[in-house]
């Protein structure tokens, strides 16, 4: 419960279809592009805060002139820091060369950032990793223009080590052993191959080597590229890259884990991690935003025509459902929808939680994300008391008095705003003996809000390890001298590791993990843990597709209510007087409430790749052997 979970990006490309002098008559400015992809990553900043990027390709430039600018950056508020770069940087030249004001040839030729094709980025840093050189976009430079590649992502790739030998067997020298650099120098490879032989070819046709250059990035086959280099990727992704001369593409992965949605008209195409974000910057409605199909790639050509491609062959659907529950922004109409029937359904557990007194019970929820479930969950309640109401209203019948009436009436849900945040405190606390004080701190309560001896039920999007629900909110909600605190998660219980692009790499961070170990030791079977390691040490050398996820044999023989009850004891503060309770949603309804998103690895144990199993296998050996590093 409100555990800093982080997620690795996200992603925005927009590319303008008319000249710059359109939107400067049309909006007033040749920066048209730069203010809209200002715009994409601020609506998408809940996707990453500790990393921004931008990069800008201009068409069509002269022979000495520049025509790719990146700004990175990792300051505290990376997004304001490269804007307020670029935007100092076009201030000063438009300063000192008044003629520039509204001359936008003159605009193009010499202020960076300015161009037809932009790419922006936004990252959390995970695993310790946030240095500027971890920031995307990437940038992989040549002389020649179609040889140059800016590429950025939201993605993570299980095989990395693989990809890498890939790379080092076909003769290169890959900088360091990070996905992204492995994706990029892969993409790059088969972008250099196939430049050469569209060279070789052109110049047979009796042209020039300086009239090849423009036919070569005619010609170009994006999607043969793209086909050659993503053969052996295995993970989440939808990553998008730039090409010099002006190509683009955004290409998600076959089992459509990573989101991605895209919409184009006569004056631009967009593509971005967040459908909301596209609808909101451009007013364009939902049906006009469309989801770029798992395995498909867009693929934008300099000359600006737009087509979707399938570069791998789809699997079965497996968007991550955990995007859906805790990331993406709760303002897309599916998302809103999906959020408030996690509520709903869950409600029939907390009523049986509470043996149905609604009367004496309230309802809150910790902010922010889990506000939206909130709602659903407080819904379903007035749905119970409607029918109770219309049951009792019916057995009083003709004779029933205005008194009674008004007393059956009376009784609604008690919603209350029990726990407010007090203060951001990650960005100062960093010795652990003041830690946990200053933790304890980082909410406030409602004093007065919870009547003594009332149950108190508090909803949020997911409890992943427990850490400030046991050392600050359980205790601060304690003081309300509840009678019992039923702490409601809308997701199910995490039990193994992602690998796909979310900051959840060690089994041993994961409270559901630690109540199935707790009870093994207390029904004395800690050698199935034993077995299970051996399992896993006897799979290490085998290939991917031939590996079992061994790890659910240790979550096999306890049902999921005994591990809830096993959390709601080691969650407990020593010295609390109420009650707790936790309460997980179920794997059937969040299915249910996701259709259309089944990715569920995290809570079942289902990976959708086959290095998902070698992942959780590493992880459990990492485990027990001590080794406190990721398993990826």
């Not at 979970?5 to 048209?32: D, Q």
């Not at 569209?198 to 423009?214: D, F, M, R, V, W």
């Not at 955990?322 to 996690?342: N, P, V, W």
């Not at 409607?386 to 057995?395: D, P, S, T, V």
């Amino acid at each position: 419960m409100s555990d800093a979970i982080k997620h690795e990006c996200g992603i925005s490309v927009i590319r303008l279809l008319k000249p710059l002098e359109y939107y400067k008559e049309k909006y007033g400015t040749a920066f048209y592009g730069v203010n809209k992809m200002y715009l994409m990553m601020e609506k998408q900043h809940n996707r990453g805060q500790d990393g921004a990027g931008f990069a800008s390709i201009k068409l069509d430039v002269k022979a000495g002139e520049r025509y790719m600018s990146r700004v990175r950056s990792c300051q505290q508020q990376p997004i304001q820091d490269i804007f307020a770069q670029i935007n100092d940087r076009i201030n000063s030249e438009l300063k000192e060369h008044p003629e520039y004001e509204h001359d936008v040839a003159l605009q193009k030729k010499n202020i960076p950032y300015i161009g037809e094709l932009l790419l922006g980025h936004v990252r959390y840093g995970t695993f310790g990793k946030n240095s500027i050189e971890s920031v995307h976009p990437f940038l992989r430079q040549n002389n020649w223009m179609h040889r140059n590649l800016i590429v950025a992502g939201n993605f993570n790739m299980t095989n990395v080590h693989e990809l890498f030998d890939n790379l080092v067997q076909l003769g290169q020298h890959p900088k360091e052993m990070a996905d992204t650099v492995t994706v990029m120098e892969k993409i790059g490879h088969f972008l250099d191959d196939a430049v050469a032989k569209l060279y070789k070819q052109i110049k047979k046709e009796g042209y020039t080597k300086q009239q090849a250059s423009p036919i070569i990035a005619e010609r170009l086959k994006i999607s043969k590229i793209l086909k050659r280099a993503a053969k052996n990727f295995d993970g989440g992704y939808a990553m998008a890259g730039l090409l010099g001369h002006g190509d683009a593409f955004v290409l998600r992965d076959p089992s459509g884990i990573r989101p991605a949605y895209y919409y184009k008209d006569d004056e631009v195409v967009v593509v971005a991690s967040e459908r909301p974000a596209i609808q909101t910057v451009f007013n364009v409605p939902y049906d006009e935003v469309k989801e770029l199909d798992p395995g498909a790639a867009i693929i934008i050509k300099k000359n600006g025509t737009s087509a979707i491609k399938q570069i791998q062959e789809p699997k079965e659907r497996k968007a991550c459902s955990f995007e859906r529950i805790y990331f993406s922004r709760g303002s897309d109409k599916e998302i809103y929808q999906e959020r408030k029937a996690l509520g709903k359904l869950v409600f029939p557990q907390i009523l049986d939680a509470i043996q149905e007194d609604i009367k004496n019970t309230v309802f809150s929820y910790i902010p922010n994300t889990a506000e939206t479930s909130f709602y659903g969950m407080v819904k379903e309640a007035q749905n119970y008391l409607n029918k109770k109401k219309e049951e009792q209203i019916l057995a009083l019948g003709p004779k029933i008095t205005g008194e009674q009436l008004h007393e059956i009436l009376e009784v609604r849900p008690r919603i209350e705003k029990v726990a407010i945040k007090d203060a951001k405190l990650r960005t100062f606390i960093t010795q652990d003996s003041s830690r946990d004080d200053l933790v304890a701190h980082v909410y406030d309560i409602s004093y007065g809000s919870v009547k003594k001896g009332d149950n108190l039920v508090i909803i949020d999007d997911s409890i992943v390890r427990g850490t400030t629900l046991k050392k600050s909110i359980l205790r601060i909600l304690d003081r309300l001298s509840p009678k019992k605190i039923i702490v409601v998660s809308s997701a199910p219980q995490i039990r193994y590791p992602d690998c796909y692009g979310i900051d959840m790499a060690k089994l041993e961070d994961f409270i559901a993990f630690k109540a199935a170990l707790a009870l093994h030791e207390e029904h004395n079977t800690l050698h199935i843990v034993e077995e299970i390691y051996q399992k896993c040490l006897t799979q290490v050398k085998s290939k991917d597709k031939d590996v079992i996820n061994y790890v659910k044999d240790f979550y096999k023989p306890f049902s999921a209510n005994q591990i809830s009850a096993k959390i709601g004891e080691l969650l407990s503060p020593e010295g609390i007087n109420a009650e707790v309770s936790i309460i997980y949603q179920t794997i059937s309804s969040l299915h249910q409430a996701c259709p259309k998103n089944l990715g569920d690895w995290y809570f079942t144990g289902n990976y959708p790749t086959p290095g998902g199993n070698r992942v959780v296998n590493r992880a459990f050996i990492n485990f027990y052997e001590g080794n406190n590093e990721r398993a990826y």
